[in-house]
């Protein structure tokens, strides 16, 4: 299953580079890209191990408002 996360505004490279790190480590999560400029996130993930919304909350408790999801 594919998720496009909208962020807020990202301020720096390396905002970009931690969310990354982040979604390598979590369970489930199969690819994921942080495009920096558009500040959006792509992931790739299975759905039995993990959702959305936990995905979502991965990226807010590291400090990022989700803004949309498509
Ligand atoms: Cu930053």
């Given at each position: 299953m594919k998720v496009t996360l909208q962020l807020e505004q990202?301020?720096?490279p390396s905002c970009a580079s931690k969310i990354g790190s982040i979604l390598k480590q979590t369970?489930?999560?199969l690819v994921s890209e942080v495009l920096f400029t558009s500040s959006k996130v792509k992931i790739e993930f299975d759905p039995e191990v993990i959702t959305v919304e936990e995905l979502e909350r991965l990226v807010e408790k590291a400090g990022y408002k989700v803004i949309g999801r498509r």
């Open positions: 990202l301020s720096c369970k489930g999560v």
